[in-house]
């Protein structure tokens, strides 16, 4: 345990006491025990994640394509999570619909994708929501959440005026909290507070607080964002009310807590000095009590103290150079782990990823190439590898967003708090004195989100997906499930490709391991464990769906009235020039990919993961026994083939046991192996472990399938029923790539560009030097354009930066 510098200040009456025998405490010693065994066991078995999204804008017309880059990162260090993961992202009505749901695949944390809006989605806010199947383990709190504004075609000044004229600013809460948790009778605390209107925004407010007999103790004003701290000295048995003044002269009172008897108050002070931490404990308690002092952060215990407590004060000294970035938390506890106070602390980083951008240019004329090189740098300016995606939007016809949230607020600061914190990014720009003290404010005012040592760990009902999987539940007629029930997939057309599932005490299966894009149609089939066909099957067509978070609501709609008209006009033109430019080249695209898809599902094991080794059979030696078997002796690693009669044979695969034995996708008894030719075998197969799970409990021993070249027996296509249905099963989103014209000799073209996402690349690495150079063509509008980046690097060291470019040229047409 690292040990820290202490300093011991005299109370009012008796003292905080630490001396050599504490160490001797066993309750103390075994509770730092389990909160260490603790956290560990959560840092290596639940090992949380973070996922940051970055949209090209945040406002879109109905019919326009949404572009997207998102970040998957390990929710300690930041770093990017390396293994392969499927991350959901969800468009959400204010209803809680999803009116757009696709699934994507993670590579090294990164996920580059687009979603085409439905040009018949009602205008209106909606709310992306992104997240992986391990993220619903722990409070929904954790996906990420980004309000977007979608106009209709239509104009809806209208309404937008109508929504504008609404009194948002009024006050509609207005909360108190006391630093540490407690409000203690004779012990000066500081009591933060925060002021929000109906749409979660901070309210600036200012007033007086009185006892109760109507005196006025002190006074109050918001900082910003509505919140603001003060400081008072409560009495016992007294009840304080904060008066507000409002701007017609009118008055409104709020009740503060109520003032305990006896109780701990714990502070802090994260900027008297520049190195230290000041901690500070404040006790009235009637008898001496044992305590703990710890101090969490990216999961681990960094700082313990134990504690002998009676009436008095405590103030301990930490260096924050022992302490990481971010948002650590404090917490006061019994030897029982009753927590007693907790104060969140943020710690500003010392490194933070430098993004820099070089025009090669002043200005640009329209339709003019422009190369654009970006760098990478750390604090000091040493070059460091990053990835990137950036965004080049109209600034005139493109609000900014108004979150005011980027990868640096978001992975240090708001994934890690409850509640909605405004314009993170705030807290981060040009720091000063001012904007410190508000971060404070806002440390006080939200709640931890992450996992808590004195809370009982999740419950793991979801794993770690790679790939998709397909699900249902079979039941009979009376709806009761069927129990170890049976249930056949194979691909439509294709009955040689067959899956084979049991179904559980609640008669639900689910086949995973799959992995392709688009849509596949598939057959399936259920029966009873005796073979019953009177059983339906229900496939879960809809899934988990998130739930619409109000805290995300907060876009104001006045602040979007000066361009929203001139946006939405523009949009829907470019939209009809797209299309016209477009057309015939994603039609034929659209022939392509579904021919490519049905060539693909030709062979077995194409839609999941492939089998572990694939033999051509013309490569194998002619057995002389005639049996396949004989032949692959030797030629398979971990596969033993063993003599069992004249011209029979079995395998044994090594950790396994004895395989399941498929002819062209129908399982068969081992010596049926000896009765099909070897001069008509096209390949053998072998899935061992993870892959033949596919095959369920008959594929526990691993499977060899042999494929025959004439493919196996013809089958005619089944009729439809209960028990046998057609499902349309999707896959991985198909990834679009952003159209971005070239003005060349070649590319000239007359169709008018008014693109109000000028450019959109969600994978700018940048190299050793920390540089990357991109290039692109300005549209046909004078006016400026706003570059938006984020980047991570390996180590997981995030940054975010905003550079803007004038386009003029005077012949041009300004619109």
């Known amino acids: 345990m690292k040990i820290f510098r202490i300093t011991l200040i005299s109370g009012l009456l008796l003292f905080f006491g630490l001396s050599a025998f504490i160490w001797k405490n066993d309750p103390i010693k075994s509770l730092m025990n389990t909160i260490e065994q603790k956290l560990q066991t959560y840092r290596v078995n639940y090992h949380p994640e973070k996922i940051y999204v970055q949209l090209d804008k945040p406002q879109y017309v109905a019919g326009e394509t949404v572009w997207f880059k998102a970040y998957l990162v390990d ?104 630093e540490g948790g407690d409000w203690v009778a004779g012990i000066e605390s500081t009591i933060a507070f925060k002021a929000t209107d109906r749409e979660g925004l901070g309210v600036a407010v200012k007033g007086e607080i009185q006892d109760s007999e109507g005196n006025i103790v002190t006074s109050f004003e918001s900082l910003h964002a509505g919140m603001g701290v003060f400081s008072l000295l409560p009495e016992a048995e007294t009840q304080y009310t904060a008066v507000l003044t409002k701007a017609d002269g009118s008055t409104e009172r709020y009740q503060l807590p109520q003032v305990q008897e006896n109780g701990y108050v714990l502070s802090v002070d994260e900027y008297a000095e520049q190195n230290q931490l000041l901690v500070d404990v404040k006790s009235k308690v009637n008898e001496r009590e044992d305590l703990l002092l710890t101090l969490v952060g990216n999961d681990k215990m960094l700082y313990s103290e134990a504690l002998s407590a009676a009436e008095g004060e405590h103030q301990v000294s930490i260096a924050k150079s022992e302490l990481p970035a971010g948002i650590n938390r404090i917490t006061l506890v019994t030897a029982e782990g009753e927590p007693l106070a907790e104060r969140l602390v943020f710690l500003h980083p010392e490194r933070q990823l430098q993004l820099n951008v070089k025009m090669d240019e002043p200005q640009y004329l329209k339709r003019e190439e422009v190369s654009l090189t970006v760098e990478t740098t750390d604090a000091d300016g040493n070059p460091v590898p990053a990835n990137i995606s950036l965004a080049i939007t109209d600034e005139e016809l493109v609000p900014e967003d108004l979150e005011k949230r980027n990868i640096f607020s978001h992975l240090l600061l708001t994934s890690d708090l409850k509640g909605f914190v405004e314009q993170p990014d705030y807290y981060f720009n040009d720091i000063t004195e001012e904007k410190q003290l508000a971060l404070r404010n806002v440390m006080m005012t939200h709640g931890w989100r992450r996992f808590a040592w004195n809370e009982e760990l999740p419950q793991v009902a979801h794993t770690q997906k790679a790939a998709l999987s397909i699900d249902g539940k079979l039941v009979k007629d009376n709806g009761d499930p069927v129990e170890h029930g049976e249930v056949i997939l194979y691909v439509k057309d294709q009955h040689q490709i067959f899956l084979v ?180 075998i096209d390949r053998v197969e072998v899935l061992k472990g993870p892959s033949a799970a596919i095959y369920g409990g008959r594929g526990g021993g691993g499977v060899i399938a042999l494929f025959t070249k004439r493919g196996g027996p013809q089958y005619e296509e089944v009729e439809p029923s209960e028990n046998i249905i057609l499902h349309k099963a999707h896959g991985f989103h198909k990834v679009r790539e952003f159209y971005s014209p070239k003005y060349t000799a070649e590319g000239k073209t007359d169709l008018p560009d008014y693109r109000t996402t000028l450019y959109w690349n969600p994978n700018v690495q940048t190299n050793e030097e920390g540089k990357a150079t991109v290039s692109f063509y300005t549209a046909d509008r004078n006016t400026s354009y706003r570059i938006v980046m984020n980047g991570l690097t390996a180590a997981g060291l995030p940054g975010s930066a905003e550079y803007t470019f004038e386009v003029n040229t005077p012949e041009a047409v300004s619109p």
């Open 501 to 680: 599932e049991e179904t559980d005490e609640e008669g639900n299966f689910s086949f995973e391991g799959f992995d392709f894009t688009d849509s596949v149609e598939l057959v399936m089939q259920g029966t009873t464990a005796k073979g019953s066909r009177d059983v339906k099957v229900v496939m879960d067509e809809q899934g988990f769906v998130p739930e619409w978070n109000e805290a995300t609501e907060f876009i104001a709609p006045d602040q979007l009235l000066a361009t929203t008209e001139q946006y939405v006009s523009r949009s829907a033109n470019q939209a009809s020039v797209e299309e016209s430019r477009l057309g015939l080249k994603e039609m034929l695209l659209k022939e392509i990919v579904v021919e490519e898809r049905r060539e693909n599902l030709v062979e077995p094991f194409k839609l999941h993961s492939r089998a572990d080794v694939v033999i051509d059979a013309e490569t194998l030696p002619i057995a002389p026994s005639g049996n396949i078997l004989e032949a692959l002796q030797g030629r398979i690693a971990g596969v033993q083939i063993y003599r069992s009669g004249m011209f029979d044979y079995r395998a044994v695969i090594r950790g396994y046991g004895s395989p399941l034995y498929l002819i062209d996708g129908v399982p068969v008894d081992a010596s049926a192996m000896s009765m099909v030719s070897q001069y008509d």
């Open 75 to 178: 929710a300690a260090t930041n770093e990017p999570v390396s293994q392969e993961e499927v991350v959901h992202i969800n468009i959400l009505d204010k209803q809680g619909e999803a009116v757009e749901r696709i699934k994507l695949k993670s590579t090294d944390g990164k996920i580059a994708g687009s979603l085409s809006l439905p040009s018949s989605l009602p205008g209106g806010e909606y709310q992306m929501v992104a997240y992986t199947d391990w993220m619903r383990n722990f409070d929904d709190e954790s996906f990420f959440r980004k309000s977007i504004r979608i106009w209709e075609v239509t104009a809806e000044q209208e309404a937008l005026q109508q929504s504008s004229t609404d009194q948002l600013s009024q006050l509609a809460d207005l909360q108190f909290f006391p």
